[in-house]
């Protein structure tokens, strides 16, 4: 390989998001044999890592974690980026696309309890710390008695703030803390079946430049075809429900041989109401899928049940 070096990765700054570009660059490494001075990590600030006393859904959803990484793509001083496939919005920017995905780790989200090891064991009134409106909403339904506060900032200030008595538990990523070494924090795993993910959780993708032919020869070797079956399916599903960080969603796509089956969930900001369905088919259609299923929740569920909320 001639061509110019070193390949500049694009990342978010966080102990995480690090640890998962530097996987990235040792897969790249080990699949072209070459050293690791022919990649460059290049940190990125983006708005969702700066603006933490606000829920996401009130200043902008996902793309505050990616167009920062994304306009560096575009203007050509990033070559790929990595993100975690949860972060990013159903449509790109133009001339973008995601041209990999890692294999998937654990996909479930844990309980860290400091009243109690698990969330059914908390007292009525305790206070639980989550970013997300989706587990909010999960949270809510299962424990209707309990305090459901914002929760913003990466693993570590999600910790220390929990240490500091700022909530009594808090949800995280299983993969997450895998990535970082840190699984034995968690003091309750979350059954998918009843407590399902984020789309695309647990996935790490790479972004980069339609028809960079360079760029796109570079990753393929790291896609894993299983989970972009799945991450397919799920992400077809999240665009007909237009999701964002403003509506709880949930879904879960397991492949088995040729065959994908898609469970999907969406749910009002209180957890009172809550929709839930399951499509199977070829996993060679994932994104048709995902799609029927989408359509299929919204119909049940009625054209009014996403207005009216307010993020």
């Known amino acids: 390989m001639t061509e110019a070096y070193p390949i500049r990765i694009g990342t978010r700054g966080s102990k995480l998001a690090l640890a998962q570009a530097q996987e990235v660059r040792a897969r790249l490494m080990k699949a072209h044999a070459l050293p690791q001075d022919a990649f460059s990590i290049e940190i990125m600030s983006t708005a969702g890592d700066r603006i ?10 996902k793309g505050l974690f990616t167009q920062e990484i994304e306009d560096g793509l575009s203007d050509g001083r990033l070559d790929i980026a990595v993100h975690s496939s949860k972060d990013m919005a159903t449509t790109l920017p133009h001339g973008l696309h995601i041209g990999a995905y890692l294999q998937r780790e654990d996909v479930r989200d844990v309980f860290i309890g400091r009243l109690a090891p698990s969330l059914q064991e908390l007292p009525p009134g305790a206070v639980v710390g989550s970013a997300s409106l989706r587990r909010q ?14 929760f913003r900032g990466n693993v570590q200030t999600r910790l220390a703030k929990l240490e500091n008595g700022a909530a009594d538990g808090t949800l995280l990523a299983m993969a997450g803390l895998n990535r970082l070494g840190m699984a034995d924090v968690a003091t309750q795993v979350l059954d998918p079946e009843t407590f399902p993910p984020a789309p695309g959780q647990g996935a790490i993708c790479i972004e980069c430049r339609i ?54 969930m969406i749910l009002t900001p ?20 995902g799609d029927a299923l989408g359509a299929a929740l919204l119909d049940r569920a009625g054209p009014d049940f996403f207005t009216g909320w307010g993020g």
């Open 52 to 61: 933490q006393d606000r829920a996401l859904s009130e200043v902008g959803g």
């Open 270 to 289: 209180d957890g009172t109401r809550m929709f839930e369905d399951r499509l199977a088919g070829p996993a060679a259609e994932a994104a048709l899928l």
């Open 137 to 150: 909403a999960l949270i809510r339904r299962m424990r209707p008695d309990l305090d459901v506060i914002i």
């Open 211 to 264: 028809a960079d032919e360079r760029i796109e020869r570079l990753i393929a070797p790291l896609d894993h075809a299983p989970t972009h079956a799945a991450l397919t399916a799920e992400r077809a599903f999240l665009r007909r429900l237009d999701g964002s960080c403003r509506t709880p969603i949930a879904a879960l796509a397991q492949l088995e041989g040729d065959g994908l089956s898609l469970h999907g």
